[in-house]
């Protein structure tokens, strides 16, 4: 009987995957819009070196980053870094689907050579636009600037935790106050599930 895990492809080694080229989903992007293709295996240091440095020259005023499949966290991330450092950033998220091509060739000696398997594949997709200037608001997935008040801990405390965690220093842990006490949470089934 043949194993149904991954459908059966454990006999098969990828060797091959290519992206179907789509353009991107937003309107009346200037010719010069810097795109950032966020991939699996990208650092995300090296992407951001580049698109900070960019985003804060005066020329460049929008950037896109995009990302697929494994990718989409990173991507996100490195958004939310950008938003961090450069400031002021207006969003606008779109999802959709991206159509990949993966060859796969049999691990069997019995199969002739050039037997390959090729897999479409319809994957999950996120493509971000963040701009120094103002965007329509009725767009959907349009995020405004975000205000930094409130939110972070301020510059100093973030600084002086990351150099206690480098030093291998931990927080120190919170005793429970003496107002909390010990208290214990029980829960019981529902009556019907006890007969």
Known sequence: MQSTRNGGLEKFKKIGKTEEESPLPFPELPPDVVEMKVKEGSKIRNLMCFAVSRMEG????QIVFSGS?????????????????????????KLRYQSLREVWESREQREPKGENLTVHKNVPSICILLSKDPLDPQQHGYQPPESLTGLWTPEEDFIEEASLSLRGAKRPLLSPSPESGSKRLSVEPPQHLVD
């Open 58 to 61: 005066e020329s460049t005023r």
């Open 69 to 93: 499949g494994r990718a989409v966290t990173k991507t996100i991330t490195c958004v939310e870094i950008m938003k961090r450092k450069v400031g002021g950033l207006h969003q606008v998220t």
